[in-house]
């Protein structure tokens, strides 16, 4: 059962990934759907290495000018690892706002 992400208004589907090698699907409005996420790697948010996450993963969006493409499996995963700009601001992952 797909669970709903309310993000800026906007409703996502996200689910576990049928590839195995990641683990969550979001379903776009568009139909599309993005599979993000190493199932054998554990997130950190809010600590050192999320921050160390969050400046390896805005590097890679600004070289590839993808940091608000919400087609993009680092968009999610930045949202996984709660980053804002360089920084992971919280201690939840984004599935704890799930409804």
Same mark, same amino acid.
């Given at each position: 059962?797909?669970?709903?992400? *309310? +993000? &800026?208004? #906007?409703?996502?589907?996200? %689910?576990?990934?049928?590839? &195995? #090698?990641?683990?969550?699907?979001? &379903?776009?409005? !568009?139909?599309?759907?993005?599979?993000?996420?190493?199932?054998?790697?554990?997130?950190?948010?809010? /600590? *050192?290495?999320?921050? #160390?996450?969050?400046?390896? !993963?805005?590097?890679?969006?600004?070289?590839?000018?993808?940091? &608000?493409?919400? /087609? !993009?499996? #680092?968009?999610?995963?930045?949202? +996984?690892? !709660?980053?804002?700009?360089?920084? %992971?601001? %919280?201690? %939840?992952?984004?599935?704890?706002?799930?409804?």
């Amino acid at each position: 059962m797909p669970k709903i992400l *309310k +993000l &800026k208004g #906007n409703k996502y589907y996200i %689910s576990k990934s049928p590839r &195995k #090698n990641k683990e969550y699907m979001v &379903k776009l409005k !568009s139909g599309e759907r993005v599979h993000f996420a190493d199932p054998y790697m554990k997130e950190y948010p809010g /600590t *050192k290495r999320g921050d #160390n996450y969050c400046i390896r !993963s805005h590097g890679i969006g600004k070289k590839y000018d993808i940091l &608000k493409d919400k /087609t !993009s499996p #680092n968009y999610w995963s930045r949202i +996984l690892w !709660s980053c804002d700009g360089k920084k %992971s601001i %919280s201690k %939840s992952k984004f599935y704890g706002r799930l409804k």
